[in-house]
């Protein structure tokens, strides 16, 4: 059984879904300890626990210590099985990390449709629109095919939001994968989005400030106003950036007493920091191409703006079950990077 320190690294909850979706992967079990024993409220949180039931679901699996709290956590899985399932998280926790912690698994599996419901645009995880227009997309090259529907924003804290996911089964990976930077388009996608019970004008004030700030790097901006029904009030402010095979994609959330001009300003803040480096990869990419180029086993390069504590964190958390697993990394801890392996220079220059 595979041993693995849950406070390694950047010790988050990342730790753990990566861990049950390797499990998955491979039909290696796991013991898991000190997990998360770094932050304010250590161990299990609701939104890790659901990630746990998902992952015992799919497949049958075999889990000591799934409980809120829990610090130590034994999972030995079964094989992932498709069919429809439904998972609550009961809480703001992320939908989109319940659906990377199992959907790969599903994929292989066969055709699946997944029910997530709670947050769909909250902090520190991806958001719906991420995963539909730029994680789904990307992975498209290496076999993975994903519907994403959107039937209800879920905001913090109240949560509620509701997302369909139709995989289907998993096809050859096209290699090698190369994603190099720079990029020479100049459109982004701006999406304004405020909640059915906020003034409209602070819709169109984030747009219009975006708009703005894309216009005077010489960015022609493309945009797109949205009425979100949620639970919560929130509003967002989404970028999306693609040229052929490559995308990113940049979110900032808005809160009371935050100017719809500031929310607006920190999604573009965000994507002219990625756009200036030259690189492909935005950084939350970086860390999520990981799992599926592992699994793929197909030679690949990729370029990205920064190198993330959760990068490499992720990229130790899989070579505990892949040890073959072996790209060479160029760059430091938040430094633009390459990630290669099994590509020579000139199959990607």
């Known amino acids: 059984m595979i041993r693995i320190d849950g406070s390694y690294g950047e010790g988050g909850g990342q730790i753990l879904r990566t861990s049950l979706t390797l499990s998955l992967l491979t039909g290696k079990p796991f013991e898991l300890v000190n997990i998360r024993a770094k932050r304010p409220k250590p161990g299990l ?14 497949s049958g699996a075999e889990v000591e210590g799934a409980q809120v709290g829990s610090l130590n956590l034994t999972f030995k899985p079964g094989r992932a099985k498709p069919g429809s399932y439904h998972f609550d ?13 199992v959907g790969l698994p599903l994929a292989l599996a066969g055709a699946s449709k997944l029910l997530l419901k709670g947050g769909t645009h909250v902090p520190h995880a991806p958001c719906f629109h991420f995963l539909a227009e730029v994680y789904g ?21 109240a949560g509620g939001g509701e997302v369909v996911i139709k995989i289907a089964p998993h096809q050859e990976a096209r290699g090698p994968f190369v994603l190099k930077g720079p990029y020479k388009r100049k459109r982004v996608k701006v999406l304004s989005i405020v909640t059915e019970d906020l003034p409209s004008h602070i819709r169109t004030r984030q747009a219009k400030a975006a708009s703005e700030l894309l216009a005077q790097k010489g960015f022609e901006p ?14 967002v402010v989404f970028l999306a950036y693609n040229e052929q095979e490559k995308r990113a994609g940049f979110f900032a959330l808005g809160k009371k007493g935050k100017p719809a001009e ?48 959760h990068f490499f ?8 079950f892949l040890p073959e697993f072996t790209p060479e ?21």
């Open 313 to 320: 964190t992720n990229l130790w958390v899989i070579k505990q």
């Open 89 to 101: 998280i009961g809480t703001a926790g992320s939908t989109a990390l319940v659906f990377q912690t």
């Open 329 to 349: 990394v160029k760059g430091d801890l938040d430094t633009p990077g390459e990630v290669t392996h099994l590509l020579t220079k000139e199959s990607y220059d």
């Open 45 to 58: 949180r609701p939104q890790h626990l659901t990630c746990v039931k998902a992952a015992q679901k799919v």
């Open 222 to 235: 493309i945009v797109f106003l949205e009425k979100a029904r949620a639970k919560s009030p929130g509003t």
């Open 137 to 157: 997309p990307v992975l498209g090259p290496l076999g993975f095919s994903f519907e994403f529907e959107l039937r209800r924003y879920g905001f913090y804290p």
């Open 262 to 309: 500031k929310v607006a300003e920190e999604a573009v803040r965000a994507f002219f920091d990625f756009y200036r480096t030259g690189k492909a990869v935005d950084p939350y990419l970086a860390d999520q191409l990981l799992v599926p180029l592992a699994l793929t086993r197909v030679p690949f390069y990729f370029d990205c703006s920064r190198l993330t504590r």
